[in-house]
């Protein structure tokens, strides 16, 4: 069977999505097309975090039902609108019976093709955050063991892949329910003892606050890529109590300052939610100055999208222009800010290993903290250099 893939989404629906499709290339007969026009089937990885991103997803599955005929579809899409999607034609996994996959299925997978995003550790989250969709798409917290993950790690090791991703909704969350923790999970598998890097997904603060401070000594490795994806949302506690986050500012700012003052070059990245419905100007101004004060290398802004089955799915967005100003001031802050922050790096030595092609004839490497350098030249992937930083355009480093 000839199968034609794509994947949107988060880490962890893509590293999902890559696996089933690995699943499926067990079988020798099954292998993977560059075009829908020359498949017997198109498999897709979907993500519905906002409307828009649904929308794009479902005319998607309806250009692939008409090129290949055959689809199926997996991620989140496949819960929350996917009784309404499946036909003759297309067929549904939802997350719900992927969990099987968490139950054993993941284990011993062989992967059989380049397309590999990463380890799933967990499915689920234990949030019940007011706005989210995903949580109900996923369910409750299922951990898969730590042996069988350090196994995984194993395995792609032996395929050279040297930088492994762990990724869930919640990595922070990780093993709650099977009496363990996410730092020690990262001990286990940087006591490896092969050469390669590790990068953690995201983590939920209130999950980080709880296990902290076990969990930013197990980063000293020289393993652990020093980096944070913590999605704060807002700085204003009113619009975090309706949002049912389940920590204050104050503690996602405990988290931050540990990590930062143990790691001071680390980069970290943050979502940020605009136009919640009992947001404000003074909230607003709140989270503008969490922004200043703390200087994320990385800001993920999105708008308030009211989602089915959510607590909040009668609740009205702001004003849209207003978020498009409340936006644009986050956009310019955050430009000035990494103007000054890659300035620091002019003239200092890196150590850098690459991890991609780039454009335009360049590859991309990350240094210790994730940041990614551009390297002019072609690169074996993988391989370490070390690079003087000459330049740096608006979020990377520029490598000679």
Request: glycine share 6%; aromatic share 8%.
């Amino acid at each position: 069977m000839k199968i034609y893939f794509e994947s949107y989404g988060c880490t962890l629906q893509k590293s999902e999505s890559s696996l089933y499709l690995n699943k499926l290339l067990q079988d020798k007969d099954n292998r993977v097309v560059d075009n829908p026009e020359d498949a017997d089937i198109s498999l897709i990885g979907t993500c519905v975090v906002i409307k828009h991103t649904e929308d794009k997803m479902v005319k998607r599955i309806s250009a692939l039902e008409k090129t290949t005929g055959k689809v199926q579809v997996l991620g989140c899409l496949a819960t929350v609108n996917g009784n309404t999607i499946e036909s003759e034609n297309i067929e549904v996994l939802k997350p719900r019976e992927f969990r099987s996959f968490y139950e054993g299925a993941l284990d011993d997978i062989e992967i059989k093709s380049d397309i590999y995003d990463g380890i799933p550790i967990n499915q689920g989250c234990t949030g019940s955050c007011n706005f989210c969709i995903s949580h109900i798409a996923r369910g409750r917290l299922l951990s898969r063991p730590v042996d069988k993950i350090v196994n995984q790690v194993n395995m792609e090791l032996d395929r050279n892949i040297r930088e492994i991703r762990i990724s869930s909704l919640d990595t922070a969350a990780y093993g709650k329910d099977i009496g363990v923790d996410l730092a020690d999970l990262v001990n286990k598998i940087t006591a490896v003892n092969r050469d390669f890097y590790l990068r953690v997904g995201m983590l939920e603060p209130r999950n980080t606050y709880d296990i902290l401070a076990k969990l930013v000594p197990a980063y000293s490795s020289s393993k652990v890529f020093k980096f944070l994806h913590i999605p704060v949302q807002s700085a204003d506690n009113a619009v975090l109590d309706a949002m049912n986050r389940e920590y204050s500012i104050e503690e996602a700012e405990a988290v931050w300052e540990k990590f930062t003052d143990t790691y001071p070059d680390m980069s970290i990245a943050t979502d940020i939610i605009l136009g919640y419905y009992n947001d404000s100007r003074d909230g607003f101004e709140k989270t503008l100055k969490f922004l200043e004060k703390y200087r994320p290398d990385i800001i993920n802004v999105t708008r308030f999208s009211p989602r089915p089955y959510t607590k909040d799915y009668s609740k009205t967005p702001l004003n849209s222009n207003l978020m498009k100003e409340w936006s644009r001031e986050i956009i310019d802050l955050h430009a000035t800010q990494m103007e000054k922050k890659l300035d620091r790096f002019l003239g200092k030595e890196e150590r850098v290993m690459v991890t991609e092609e780039g454009k335009n004839g360049t590859m991309v490497a990350r240094d210790i903290n994730y940041r990614p350098v551009v390297l002019q030249g072609n690169y074996k992937k993988y391989s370490e250099v070390y690079c003087k930083i000459v330049g740096h355009g608006g979020n990377y480093l520029i490598g000679e």
